[in-house]
Structure formats: structure tokens, C-alpha cells
């Protein structure tokens, strides 16, 4: 009923993408966050999971060559670097831009794992323009059942 | 409060409304034939992607697909939306019939020609 009251979806997207923005030039404090948390909208985007066997790395990098994407894994620290380039075309004095929002350049980002990871076991696949990168668990950091005497 | 209104209260708590879809950035460009968008929509595959065009509104969507292990636990999260959508409207000379996109590695590539008649002439000058 009173629908047409509430701000619509579509607005607030839009006030997130200003805030993104306004964001990277002017960078807010993070005082509680992790000493790695970056600005909001970071390229690329990561999201980070658990299961119990697994952690689970989801890194949002669309439009790159896998190939050219330099992925390690060291004391913890998975570290994802590459470049991406723009998808304007450079030096050509007859087009007009409109809009230049996408990342270009390059980039690096560095997440710590949560747990204690086993860096032998390391799954990477690229698809639909998201990185995965499934590491396995080193046994002593899965849940175990503890018998009760 | 009767029993309806509770029955109804609680069928929203029950489906909470789904994050808000995400805006994807996009970069834009105009040449003498027509215009190029191209957005970013990571984890969008062909099947989930939607261009529509009505009358001179252009509507990007797509639904995020990232399957994810079974008892995956998400402990960090930069994007939750699980849907892009953005509109655009088209300027006259445009011809929406002819709209080509391409969707490669979560990166969407519309190519929006001009109609034949918009496209820049060299006009002579006569020298009288």
C-alpha cells in the first residue's frame, strides 16, 4: 500500500555506486577494520568462505587474462596481482567518452587467510569473469569430534 | 492486532527482501557509427544475462552465479548482491534494432550503431 513511499531500489544502488566513488578519492578511515582492509571498491572484489575441509576465495575480476594473473600463497597471505587494460581505446582523437567507471591498470590485492592453510593444496579456476581459489585446510585446523572419556 | 496481521507480519520476516542489485561500472564511447558500453557483470554467465530495449530505455540485468561448495560458510564479503542492473536511454539516432552484445569472462560488450542517415557526412563547401 504505501509502496510507492520507499525510496526505490534502484536509487539507493546508485547512491552506493556515488559512495564507491567518492570512496576511492577520498579514502575513509577504517579504525576497526583489519591492517589490510582496503577502500571500498577495491579491484577486484574478493569474498572469502569456509567449509570445513576448504577456505574458499572468490576474487570479482572480470575482463582479465587468467594466464596473466600472478596468484601466491605465502604465511597466509594470498596475494592476487595482474593488470587489466581499458576497454577504451587509447590515442584515437575521433571517439568521445561518456563514461570511464571500470578499473584499468593494475592491481593487487592481498587477503589473509583465516586459518591455517595447507599452500601444497590449491585449486585456481577463472569462469564468467570471477577467480575461485579453493585451499585446503592443514588437518590440526579441521573440526574434529573430541570423544568424552 | 487480529490473527491476519500477524499471519501477514510474519510472511515478511519470512522472505526478507533480497539485497538491492548491484550498479555495475561501465565505460562508454562514441565513434562516427554508434556507441560502445561495455560493463563490468562478474559471475554472470550467458544464460543469466538480460539486454532489453523498450521504446528508447536499454536495461542491462543478470543474476549472479558463483556455485559454491556445499557447507560453504561466507566469512568475508565484499558483494552480496546477487543481481546488476542498470538502464540507459538512447538518444534518437540510435538504432536499437541493431544492437550487437557479446559477453565474454563476465564482461559485456554492446555495440549500438547509429542509424545510416545519423552518420556524420562530409559537407561541401561551394566556393562561389
Not at chain 1, 601444497?120 to 569462469?127: E, L, P
Not at chain 2, 539485497?19 to 543469466?48: M, N
Amino acid at each position: 500500500m504505501n509502496t510507492s513511499l520507499r525510496i526505490p531500489r534502484d536509487m539507493l544502488a546508485e547512491f552506493e555506486r556515488l559512495q564507491q566513488q567518492l570512496d576511492r578519492v577520498f579514502p575513509r578511515s577504517h579504525s576497526a577494520d583489519s591492517i589490510r582492509a582496503t577502500a571500498h571498491g577495491e579491484f577486484p572484489a574478493i569474498n572469502i568462505g569456509s567449509t570445513a575441509d576448504t577456505i574458499e576465495v572468490v576474487a570479482f575480476a572480470p575482463g582479465i587474462d587468467a594466464k596473466s594473473v600472478q596468484l601466491s600463497i605465502d604465511k597466509g597471505l594470498l596475494t592476487v596481482a595482474g593488470e587489466r587494460k581499458s576497454g577504451i581505446p587509447e590515442g584515437d582523437d575521433r571517439i568521445s567518452v561518456y563514461a570511464q567507471e571500470r578499473f584499468a591498470g593494475p592491481f593487487r590485492r592481498v587477503v589473509s587467510l583465516p586459518e591455517d592453510v595447507d599452500p601444497g593444496r590449491v585449486n585456481a579456476s577463472y569462469r564468467d569473469g570471477f577467480l575461485r581459489v579453493s585451499v585446503g585446510k592443514r588437518e590440526s585446523s579441521k573440526p574434529r569430534r573430541i570423544e568424552v572419556q | 492486532m487480529n490473527a491476519h496481521t500477524q499471519v501477514a507480519s510474519r510472511e515478511t520476516e519470512r522472505n526478507p527482501e533480497p539485497p538491492a542489485a548491484l550498479v555495475p561500472p561501465v565505460d562508454i564511447y562514441e565513434d562516427e557509427t554508434g556507441f560502445t558500453l561495455i560493463a563490468d557483470l562478474p559471475g554472470v554467465s550467458k544464460e543469466r544475462l538480460g539486454v532489453k530495449v523498450n521504446g528508447d530505455n536499454l536495461l542491462i540485468e543478470g543474476d549472479v552465479s558463483v556455485p559454491a561448495p556445499q557447507g560453504l560458510e561466507l566469512l568475508y564479503a565484499e558483494i552480496l548482491a546477487s543481481s546488476y542492473r542498470r538502464s540507459f536511454t538512447l538518444s534518437r539516432e540510435l538504432d536499437a534494432s541493431k544492437i550487437e552484445a557479446n559477453l565474454k569472462d563476465g564482461v559485456l560488450r554492446l555495440r549500438i550503431p547509429k542509424a545510416e542517415e545519423a552518420r556524420p557526412r562530409k559537407i561541401e563547401i561551394k566556393v562561389g
